[in-house]
Nanobody, 115 residues
Framework: QVQLVESGGGLVQPGGSLRLSCAAS????????GSWYRQAPGKERELVAT????????NYLDSVRGRFAISRDHAKNTMYLQMNSLKPEDTATYYC????????WGKGTLVTVTS
């Protein structure tokens, strides 16, 4: 059973940090490119960042560049998104995606940034 499960979302104050995790099972995640996306209510889904199967990070959203960092641990079949200096506009549901030829998506984890 192919599955991606996000975790690590929650409520945080502006300026705080969270680390999201995306745990893959049922396939060899290490040979897939991985991405984080986010979507706020009433807004379009946007790509946050991508990390290739070789570990090269690309496609950072301009508004998160320098604050967020995507990474992966092949041994744990897991991808991460470290989010620092969080702003209210970062509030969204965050989704992970794995892509080789087909695409696999997780169900998302909600991040709420508010004072």
């Amino acid at each position: 059973q192919v599955q991606l499960v996000e975790s690590g979302g929650g409520l945080v104050q502006p300026g705080g940090s969270l680390r999201l995790s995306c745990a893959a099972s049922g396939f060899i995640f290490s040979i897939y490119d991985g991405s984080w996306y986010r979507q706020a209510p009433g807004k379009e889904r946007e790509l946050v960042a991508t990390i290739t199967r070789a570990g090269v990070t690309t496609n950072y959203l301009d508004s998160v560049r320098g604050r967020f960092a995507i990474s992966r641990d092949h041994a744990k079949n897991t991808m991460y998104l470290q989010m620092n200096s969080l702003k209210p506009e970062d509030t969204a549901t965050y989704y992970c995606k794995a892509r080789l030829v087909r695409e696999y998506w997780g169900k998302g984890t909600l991040v709420t940034v508010t004072s």
